[in-house]
């Protein structure tokens, strides 16, 4: 588990035609311990997760309250995350 200040809202992305890891833009939320999963179109949905191992706050100062109900996708056409509807309830993972 992550301690407080530590998670950060880098991303990376894998392609495992080449084995490689490549960063991204930053997601709008500092979360570890969050769902993933792919969406039509190529697109990616992050959604929940803890801020700072759900000690919190993450490095961005968010705490659980916050990171716990956000979504956010990400687009590869623009290499972009945007904030979406956020979970009705917060959910660490």
Known sequence: MLGSKITT???SLYDPASNQWTATT????GRDQFGMVPLSGG???AFAGCAGGCLGPNILGQG????GPSAE???FS???WT???PL???VGI
């Not at 659980?64 to 990171?67: L, P, Y």
């Open 9 to 11: 809202n880098a991303a």
């Open 26 to 29: 930053f997601m709008s939320f």
């Open 43 to 45: 697109n990616a949905l």
């Open 64 to 67: 659980f309250s916050s990171v």
């Open 73 to 75: 996708i990400y687009s």
């Open 78 to 80: 623009t290499n972009q």
């Open 83 to 85: 904030t979406v509807a």
């Open 88 to 90: 009705n309830t917060a």
